[in-house]
Nanobody, 124 residues
Framework: QVQLVESGGGSVQTGGSLRLSCTASGRAFGAYIMAWFRQAPGKEREFVAAISRTIFTTSYADSVKGRFTISRDNAKSTVYLQMNSLKPDDTAVYYC?????????????????WGQGTQVTVSS
């Protein structure tokens, strides 16, 4: 069992930056693929980024490539999402997810554990 707690959300203006953190409790953080998803009001949840267990291969949605960076610190059981050049379209609740899967899957149903979410609001 893994419990995930996100932090770092908030309100920024267009072009600003935020850094989200997700800290896991429980065993074997390093065994999990970690990912970030987001859900805007009235829209379906969408994949944002994922990172592999130890060699830290990453995958990003096209909409955030070049602006967002996912990273992890296995010693701290924490995954991060650095978000730069934020746009109003990035406004959403951001969720951290953990899963035991073969690759950097982008489908939410591949992930076993989810955090409660943190709100990110970008104003124009």
């Amino acid at each position: 069992q893994v419990q995930l707690v996100e932090s770092g959300g908030g309100s920024v203006q267009t072009g600003g930056s935020l850094r989200l953190s997700c800290t896991a409790s429980g065993r074997a953080f390093g065994a999990y693929i970690m990912a970030w998803f987001r859900q805007a009001p009235g829209k379906e949840r969408e994949f944002v980024a994922a990172i592999s267990r130890t060699i830290f291969t990453t995958s990003y949605a096209d909409s955030v490539k070049g602006r967002f960076t996912i990273s992890r610190d296995n010693a701290k059981s924490t995954v991060y999402l650095q978000m730069n050049s934020l746009k109003p379209d990035d406004t959403a609740v951001y969720y951290c997810a953990a899963g035991i899967l073969a690759g950097l899957g982008q489908a939410g149903n591949l992930y076993n554990y989810w955090g409660q979410g943190t709100q990110v609001t970008v104003s124009s």
